[in-house]
């Protein structure tokens, strides 16, 4: 079944309900289905939601209202008929935004099996004309900056930052600049099914104002745009600044929060995010090199409850930490942690 005719001319963002409706039918050719009002009464239900419990009851039907409580109607989350899932469905348009390109790439191996990518899982991407694409992808719970209890302690700071720099870093090893790191684009799993339930995972998503350099591109890495919900003071329509540290600078901004949100003392961590947020992008670490700044900060029983010697190599050794479920270079790794 081909894809309905989408008006061309106009944003995704400004889409509405009418544009979803018209997609229903190839979207459940496609097996999947638009979340409906009798879904969120289901779910009000389950809630204790009394205010959207009055009217909506039993299966859904194809001819149920859509519901849509998101922020703009590029974005309808929905399920996948054969299991349930609940997903999400993103309309982009490739004039505008790279988004549709680069979550492709991530979808080709080696980038998707990279135990470094920390990148929403994508079902597929449905191509509905020249310009327009549809981005599936698995449905996370919201930012990790929306829940009292999921950042509390050191152990969870430490859990957040190691896997939100990792996948920084595996992101700048594919020549990607995200260009828009803010606690709004990572989100939280807490039931991943590769992680320990009590250890949620995290995941970057929005890669509309992101950069994708060539691999054989010799440099610099320049880009010219200000639009971030954080941005960094090299920000510039009209002067070129290299992403990636940019990248870096908003991190810095995001791990403030955390740390915040979870109330800890920034003594140990002040020099690194000093050092992230430093007005002078050259003087800023890379995401490999936060990373380990971040390991050597950690208290001692909290980090690193036992090390393994993981892979030797001819000028460096590394290890593997359970906890941090990462390789670092072993020189990185404070003696006193060393429980072999």
Same mark, same amino acid.
């Given at each position: 079944?081909?894809?309905?005719?989408?008006? /061309?001319?106009?944003?995704?963002?400004?889409?509405?309900?009418?544009?979803?409706?018209?997609?229903?039918?190839?979207?459940?050719?496609?097996?999947?289905?638009?979340?409906?009002?009798?879904?969120?009464?289901?779910?009000?239900?389950?809630?204790?939601?009394?205010?959207?419990?009055?009217?909506?009851?039993?299966?859904?039907?194809?001819?149920?209202?859509?519901? @849509?409580?998101?922020?703009?109607?590029?974005?309808?989350?929905?399920?996948?008929?054969?299991?349930?899932?609940?997903?999400?469905?993103?309309?982009?348009? /490739?004039?505008?935004?790279?988004?549709?390109?680069?979550?492709?790439?991530?979808?080709?191996?080696?980038?998707?099996?990279?135990?470094?990518?920390?990148?929403?899982?994508?079902?597929?991407?449905?191509?509905?004309?020249?310009?327009?694409?549809?981005?599936?992808?698995?449905?996370?719970?919201?930012?990790?900056?929306?829940?009292?209890?999921?950042?509390?302690?050191?152990?969870?700071?430490?859990?957040?930052?190691?896997?939100?720099?990792?996948?920084?870093?595996?992101?700048?090893?594919?020549?990607? /600049?995200?260009?828009?790191?803010?606690?709004?684009?990572?989100?939280?799993?807490?039931?991943?099914?590769?992680?320990?339930?009590?250890?949620?995972?995290?995941?970057?998503?929005?890669?509309?104002?992101?950069?994708?350099?060539?691999?054989? @591109?010799?440099?610099?890495?320049?880009?010219?745009?200000?639009?971030?919900?954080?941005?960094?003071?090299?920000?510039?329509?009209?002067?070129?600044?290299?992403?990636?540290?940019?990248?870096?600078?908003?991190?810095?901004?995001?791990?403030? @929060?955390?740390?915040?949100?979870?109330?800890?003392?920034?003594?140990?961590?002040?020099?690194?995010?000093?050092?992230?947020?430093?007005?002078?992008?050259?003087?800023?670490?890379?995401?490999?090199?936060?990373?380990?700044?971040?390991?050597?900060?950690?208290?001692?029983?909290?980090?690193?409850?036992?090390?393994?010697?993981?892979?030797?190599?001819?000028?460096?050794?590394?290890?593997?930490?359970?906890?941090?479920?990462?390789?670092?270079?072993?020189?990185?790794?404070?003696?006193?942690?060393?429980?072999?």
């Amino acid at each position: 079944m081909l894809p309905p005719k989408l008006p /061309a001319d106009v944003d995704p963002s400004d889409y509405d309900i009418d544009e979803w409706e018209s997609l229903r039918p190839f979207l459940k050719s496609r097996g999947y289905r638009l979340i409906t009002q009798r879904d969120a009464q289901a779910g009000a239900i389950q809630d204790g939601d009394e205010e959207m419990c009055e009217k909506w009851g039993g299966p859904p039907r194809d001819d149920d209202p859509l519901y @849509h409580d998101l922020h703009n109607y590029a974005v309808f989350p929905g399920f996948q008929i054969s299991n349930s899932q609940r997903v999400v469905f993103k309309i982009v348009d /490739a004039n505008k935004s790279p988004e549709a390109e680069i979550y492709s790439y991530l979808c080709e191996t080696p980038a998707k099996t990279d135990p470094r990518n920390r990148v929403i899982p994508v079902l597929e991407i449905i191509e509905l004309s020249p310009t327009h694409s549809m981005i599936v992808t698995e449905e996370w719970c919201l930012s990790w900056n929306d829940y009292n209890n999921i950042m509390e302690t050191w152990d969870d700071f430490a859990d957040f930052a190691t896997q939100a720099l990792e996948g920084l870093a595996f992101l700048h090893s594919h020549c990607i /600049a995200h260009l828009d790191i803010s606690d709004g684009n990572i989100l939280v799993c807490q039931y991943a099914e590769d992680l320990p339930r009590t250890r949620p995972a995290y995941a970057f998503i929005d890669f509309g104002l992101s950069v994708r350099f060539s691999k054989s @591109h010799a440099g610099p890495y320049t880009v010219t745009r200000n639009i971030a919900t954080f941005e960094p003071p090299e920000m510039s329509k009209t002067i070129p600044y290299d992403p990636f540290k940019s990248d870096i600078w908003q991190m810095g901004q995001v791990l403030v @929060h955390a740390a915040r949100q979870c109330k800890l003392k920034l003594d140990s961590l002040q020099a690194l995010i000093s050092r992230m947020q430093h007005s002078d992008p050259d003087q800023r670490p890379t995401a490999e090199a936060a990373l380990a700044v971040l390991i050597t900060c950690a208290p001692e029983r909290s980090i690193v409850d036992k090390i393994f010697i993981a892979e030797a190599t001819d000028t460096t050794l590394f290890c593997l930490s359970p906890l941090l479920r990462t390789i670092v270079p072993m020189h990185t790794i404070p003696v006193r942690w060393l429980k072999l």
